[in-house]
């Protein structure tokens, strides 16, 4: 008898038909004789409609109350997954983050799991239940709950089979992993299996369908994922480590992120402290950086471009308050418009001129990129969103994926 921890997303228990359906796979997995925990996201939109409401309720609602009022989401799924699987004849019982013992550390809404005390899982399992998990939460040291990060569900399943060290199974509404997201480019093809180190650029990059720090964890503790539909029985995609079948392509994805806010800071007076001023006060704020760009001196001033996550928009009015009062006149603009495509692959570790043939591609079509950035498997550029469809089907066709 093996133990699995099942995943579903907000879209497979968007309604309660849905839900039936979720179950008779959970029921199917119990049958073989496995011991099952499941871990479930909120309805549907649901955490979006709740973030909603908190607009209605302040305009600068507390993150501690923000996870408050987001972990509710996940408790509605959980219970109502439960009464299904009991009307089905089996034996299932619904914790909250806390009950399943998930402890987290961090800044609210951003809380990482720190550890989980599974007693009182193992007593269940013991009993032979079926534990519904609520995804996408936690308590932390002071006995606070917490989120951890949109998608964070995944990392909840995750963690938890890494703790009880088996198979985790993440049930979604795509069949597998793709080397684009089929929603952008129809005609992507799907993978049998991709590395953790792949698909962790590639999550963090913009790939959506895992969360990034899901796949850290289990690549830390070496636990394979596979990730499936919850409608249909076809083979889905296992991440797991890199071995030579991985090996061949130098491009094994593409992916696209519009979350990306770019803030250019012009005339800093040409100073090594200023530069560093700039970023020790995007620190305090906890604004999460990704690329950086800076021109040549020109008499004595630069201008710092870096691009972030939008959502940090709201820091950065603060942040250039105070930047102004300790470097002087310096003017900030802030761009949304601006999309990310990257290309990932380890292939990229031996093979050269994957940029070459980037920039080669951009250039025949016409697509200006603001900014370039690399790393060991991945080249990431941005645009203008305006070209994002036409870069991806190009790129993708270009680059045979
Ligand atoms: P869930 O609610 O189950 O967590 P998500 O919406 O978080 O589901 O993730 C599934 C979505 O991820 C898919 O609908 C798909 O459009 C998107 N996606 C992005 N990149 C990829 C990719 N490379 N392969 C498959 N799906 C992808
Ligand atoms: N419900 C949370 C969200 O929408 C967590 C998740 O879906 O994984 O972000
Ligand atoms: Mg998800």
Do not use: W
Not at 303 to 322: A, D, G, H, L
Not at 342 to 358: D, L
């Amino acid at each position: 008898m093996a133990l699995v921890v099942q995943k579903y997303g907000g879209s497979s228990v968007a309604t309660i038909d849905k839900m039936k359906d979720v179950a008779k796979r959970i029921i199917k997995e119990k049958d073989k004789g496995n011991d099952v925990i499941v871990v479930v996201s909120a309805m549907g939109k649901s955490t979006d409609r709740l973030i909603e409401m908190s607009r209605q309720a302040s305009s600068n609602p507390s993150k501690r109350e923000m996870d408050m009022l987001m972990s509710t989401g996940e408790q509605v799924s959980i219970s109502l997954l439960s009464m299904v699987l009991s009307d089905y004849g089996y034996d299932a019982v619904s914790l909250t983050g806390f009950q399943a013992g998930i402890k987290t550390q961090g800044v609210h809404t951003k809380n990482h799991i720190s550890d989980i005390d599974v007693k009182k899982i193992k007593k269940y399992l013991e009993a032979g239940k079926i534990i519904v998990v609520a995804g996408f939460q936690g308590m932390n040291n002071q006995g606070d709950i917490t989120t951890l990060g949109r998608g964070g569900s995944d990392t909840t399943a995750v963690a938890l089979a890494a703790k009880l060290n088996c198979l985790c199974k993440i049930y979604t509404d795509v069949d597998g992993i793709y080397d684009v997201d089929p929603r952008l480019y129809p005609e992507a093809k799907k993978l049998d299996s991709i590395s953790y180190e792949e698909m962790m650029e590639m999550a963090s990059l913009g790939a959506g369908v895992m969360e990034t720090r899901a796949v850290e964890i289990a690549c830390k503790y070496n636990i394979p994922i596979y990730v499936a539909s919850s409608k249909e029985n076809k083979m889905g995609t296992y991440i797991k480590e890199y071995d030579e079948s991985m090996e061949g392509k130098a491009i094994t994805g593409l992916t696209v992120s519009d979350d990306v806010l770019m803030v250019t800071i012009n005339n800093v007076s040409y100073k090594a402290k200023n530069i560093a001023l700039i970023f020790e006060k995007l620190a305090k704020y906890n604004v999460n950086i990704d690329m950086i760009s800076q021109t040549a001196p020109i008499n004595g001033y630069v201008n710092v471009s870096f691009t972030t996550s939008k959502e940090e928009i709201q820091y950065i009015n603060e942040i250039t308050k105070e930047l102004k009062e300790c470097i002087g006149d310096i003017e900030v603009s802030k761009d949304i418009d601006i999309t990310k495509v990257s290309v990932i692959g380890i292939g990229m570790m031996k093979q050269s001129g994957v940029a070459a043939n980037v920039f080669k591609i951009f250039a025949d079509n016409n697509i200006e990129f603001k900014q370039v950035t690399t790393s060991e498997i991945s080249i990431s550029y941005t645009i203008e969103s305006e070209d994002k469809e036409k870069a991806v089907t190009i790129l993708a066709r270009e680059l045979n994926l």
